[in-house]
C-alpha cells in the first residue's frame, strides 16, 4: 500500500463522489472495496492517519497516542465504568488488534435472525460471507510452536479436561514480533491496510486520512453530504464539504450512533450498545515464559462458552506495567518477575446494554454501560475458572484485576474467597469488543435499519460495522463484522438505488 502523502487531502474544499464510506476499519475498508470492485466512484474518509508498516510504533506509548483513540483511555461509565479501547487510524481497530478471526456461534446467529426478523440472516446465509472474508485475510492458525503463554493455557485447560481451541489469525507468514497492539511492522498481519485498502485503490478507491466528520448533511429522509474538516502534510486544517448519492457509515458500535444522533436519526439509534465485560488475571509461574518475546495466547477455553470464554492478552513491558499499578502494594513484587509472568483474561457475554450520547461542542460521544444482573456471576464464575486452569499449568500465584484483592495461591484459597471474588466498585473491567447500538432487522421495537443495514428514516443511509452485530457474540467481532458489512453492501448493489 503506497502513502499518497499520507493520504491526506490536498484538493478543492468540495468533492463530489457517488458514493461516501465513513471509517476505514473491518467494516467501511471492506464495504468500500466491494463497491469500488463494482464500479462505484467512492471516497473513504478516515479521522485518524495513515502509519505504513514501515513506520509502525516501536513501544506501546507511541502507538496509543498515535493509532488508538483517546490514547487508549476511553471508558463508558457505569457501575463499575468499563474502560475500552478502539483504533483511530487508517485501517481502524484491525492495525491494532490480535487479528483473531472467529464466526459467532450459530446457535446465536439462529436467535438473533428470530427475535430481531432479520431476513436473510442466521448461520446458513452468513456462512457465504464468512467464508470469503476469512479467505481474504488468510485466516489461519499460526504455524510454528505457539509459545509458553499459549502453552501454559492450553496445558491447564488440558489437565481438568476443558473444551478449547487453537485461535485462527488475518496473517500471511506472520514473523512473531509480538507487536499486534502497536501496528504489524512486517506487513504480515492482513489488516485492513495489507488486505483490503490496497486492493480498493488499486481499483480506483479515493482515501482521505486525517478527515474528521462533523456531520452529515440531510435534506428530509435524504443526506446529500458530508462537512468534514481535513488536515493537509503540512498540518493545516479547512473543512472540506463532500457530496454524494450513497453513504456507508462504518465509524464503529460508539461513533455510528454518535454521528447519526447529531444529524437527528435517533430511532433505536445508540441505546444498546452492547460489550464483553472483561476482566484480566496476572499469572506468576516457576518458570520463565517470557511472554514480551512472544505472540499472545493464541488458544481459548471454549468449555463455557458463548457466555464466558477464557484467553490470553498481548503482553508488552508497558501493559505489564499498568496491570501492576492498579494495586501496585500487593502486586509490585512482580515487577522483577516480569519474565515468569502472564496475563489473561476472562470474557463474559455481556447481557448488559449501554448508550451512546453525543454531547453539544464535544468530540467524543458520553457513553454509559450498565451490566445485566447475570453478568456479575459470570464473571466472578469466569476468574475461578481462569484461576483454576492457572494453577492446573503450574501458576504460583494470580492476581485478578480487582482493586485490593491480595491474590491467590492455590485453588484452596479460592473457594476460601469465592464468594468475595466480585466486587462492583473495585473489579477494573474492561472491552475491546463493542457492539449492537444499531441493530439491524424488521422488529420495529428494536431495531436502527432494515435487516440489511439501511437506516430507518434515511433513503440512502447503510451501515456497515459493529453496530450491526445485534448483541455480544462471545468471541472476537472482527469476522462478524467484516462479514455483515459484505453482506450489506452486496444487497446495496443488488437494489434499484445502486444503479
Given at each position: 500500500?503506497?502513502?499518497?502523502?499520507?493520504?491526506?487531502?490536498?484538493?478543492?474544499?468540495?468533492?463530489?463522489?457517488?458514493?461516501?464510506?465513513?471509517?476505514?476499519?473491518?467494516?467501511?475498508?471492506v464495504a468500500a472495496e466491494r463497491l469500488v470492485r463494482a464500479g462505484r466512484d467512492v471516497v473513504l474518509l478516515e479521522e485518524g492517519p495513515y502509519v505504513p508498516a514501515a513506520a509502525a510504533p516501536a513501544s506501546i506509548t507511541e502507538s496509543m497516542r498515535?493509532?488508538?483513540?483517546?490514547?487508549?483511555?476511553?471508558?463508558?461509565?457505569?457501575?463499575?465504568?468499563?474502560a475500552f479501547a478502539e483504533g483511530r487510524c487508517v485501517g481502524g481497530g484491525t492495525e491494532?488488534?490480535?487479528a483473531i478471526m472467529q464466526r459467532a456461534p450459530e446457535a446465536l446467529l439462529d436467535a438473533w435472525r428470530d427475535r430481531y426478523a432479520i431476513e436473510g440472516f442466521g448461520a446458513a446465509?452468513?456462512?457465504?460471507?464468512?467464508?470469503?472474508?476469512?479467505?481474504?485475510?488468510?485466516?489461519?492458525?499460526?504455524?510454528?510452536?505457539?509459545?509458553?503463554?499459549?502453552?501454559?493455557?492450553?496445558?491447564?485447560?488440558?489437565?481438568?479436561?476443558?473444551?478449547?481451541?487453537?485461535l485462527e489469525r488475518a496473517q500471511r507468514h506472520c514473523a512473531g514480533t509480538n507487536s499486534c497492539a502497536l501496528g504489524c511492522p512486517t506487513g504480515a498481519k492482513q489488516s485492513m491496510t495489507a488486505s483490503y485498502l490496497p486492493r480498493a485503490l488499486a481499483a480506483g478507491l479515493r482515501l482521505i486520512a486525517e478527515c474528521r466528520v462533523r456531520r452529515l448533511v440531510r435534506r428530509g429522509d435524504t443526506v446529500t453530504g458530508?462537512?468534514?474538516?481535513?488536515?493537509?502534510?503540512?498540518?493545516?486544517?479547512?473543512?472540506?464539504?463532500?457530496?454524494?448519492?450513497?453513504?456507508?457509515?462504518?465509524?464503529?458500535?460508539?461513533?455510528?450512533?454518535?454521528?447519526?444522533?447529531?444529524?437527528?436519526?435517533?430511532?433505536?439509534?445508540?441505546?444498546?450498545?452492547?460489550?464483553?465485560?472483561?476482566?484480566?488475571?496476572?499469572?506468576?509461574?516457576?518458570?520463565?515464559?517470557?511472554?514480551?518475546?512472544?505472540?499472545?495466547?493464541?488458544?481459548?477455553?471454549?468449555?463455557?462458552?458463548?457466555?464466558?470464554?477464557?484467553?490470553?492478552?498481548?503482553?508488552?513491558?508497558?501493559?505489564?506495567?499498568?496491570?501492576?499499578?492498579?494495586?501496585?502494594a500487593r502486586r509490585g513484587h512482580l515487577l522483577p518477575e516480569m519474565a515468569r509472568c502472564g496475563m489473561y483474561y476472562a470474557m463474559a457475554r455481556g447481557?448488559?446494554?449501554?448508550?451512546?450520547?453525543?454531547?453539544?461542542?464535544?468530540?467524543?460521544?458520553?457513553?454509559?454501560?450498565?451490566?445485566?444482573?447475570?453478568?456479575?456471576?459470570?464473571?466472578a464464575e469466569g476468574a475461578i475458572r481462569l484461576a483454576d486452569a492457572m494453577f492446573a499449568a503450574g501458576a504460583e500465584e494470580v492476581f485478578p484485576s480487582i482493586a485490593s484483592h491480595p491474590g491467590w495461591r492455590s485453588t484452596a484459597e479460592i473457594r476460601e474467597t469465592a464468594g468475595k471474588t466480585l466486587i462492583r466498585g473495585r473489579a477494573s473491567l474492561l472491552t475491546i469488543h463493542l457492539a449492537g447500538s444499531c441493530p439491524p432487522g424488521g422488529n420495529a421495537a428494536l431495531c436502527a435499519t432494515d435487516s440489511f443495514g439501511r437506516l430507518h428514516g434515511a433513503r440512502n443511509v447503510v451501515l456497515a460495522d459493529a453496530s450491526q452485530i445485534p448483541e455480544a457474540p462471545g468471541v472476537n467481532p472482527q469476522a462478524s463484522v467484516m462479514a455483515i458489512a459484505l453482506r450489506n453492501t452486496e444487497a446495496f448493489l443488488a437494489s434499484g438505488d445502486a444503479a
Open positions: 500500500m503506497t502513502a499518497d502523502a499520507g493520504f491526506r487531502h490536498a484538493g478543492p474544499a468540495e468533492i463530489d463522489c457517488e458514493i461516501a464510506v465513513i471509517g476505514s476499519g473491518a467494516g467501511g475498508a498515535l493509532m488508538w483513540r483517546s490514547g487508549g483511555l476511553s471508558a463508558a461509565l457505569g457501575d463499575p465504568p468499563v491494532i488488534n490480535s446465509a452468513l456462512g457465504p460471507f464468512y467464508g470469503e472474508v476469512l479467505g481474504a485475510v488468510g485466516a489461519s492458525a499460526t504455524p510454528g510452536p505457539p509459545g509458553p503463554p499459549t502453552d501454559r493455557l492450553r496445558e491447564g485447560a488440558e489437565a481438568l479436561g476443558w473444551k478449547g481451541m487453537a458530508i462537512e468534514a474538516v481535513a488536515r493537509d502534510a503540512a498540518g493545516c486544517e479547512a473543512t472540506l464539504q463532500v457530496r454524494c448519492k450513497a453513504v456507508f457509515v462504518a465509524t464503529g458500535a460508539v461513533h455510528t450512533p454518535a454521528l447519526l444522533r447529531r444529524a437527528g436519526f435517533r430511532r433505536n439509534v445508540g441505546r444498546t450498545l452492547r460489550l464483553h465485560p472483561t476482566l484480566k488475571m496476572v499469572a506468576r509461574f516457576p518458570d520463565e515464559l517470557r511472554a514480551h518475546e512472544h505472540r499472545l495466547p493464541l488458544y481459548a477455553v471454549t468449555e463455557f462458552m458463548p457466555d464466558i470464554r477464557l484467553g490470553g492478552s498481548f503482553f508488552l513491558p508497558g501493559l505489564f506495567g499498568m496491570a501492576l499499578a492498579e494495586d501496585f447481557r448488559g446494554a449501554g448508550t451512546v450520547t453525543p454531547l453539544p461542542g464535544a468530540r467524543e460521544p458520553l457513553v454509559r454501560y450498565r451490566a445485566a444482573r447475570e453478568d456479575w456471576p459470570a464473571l
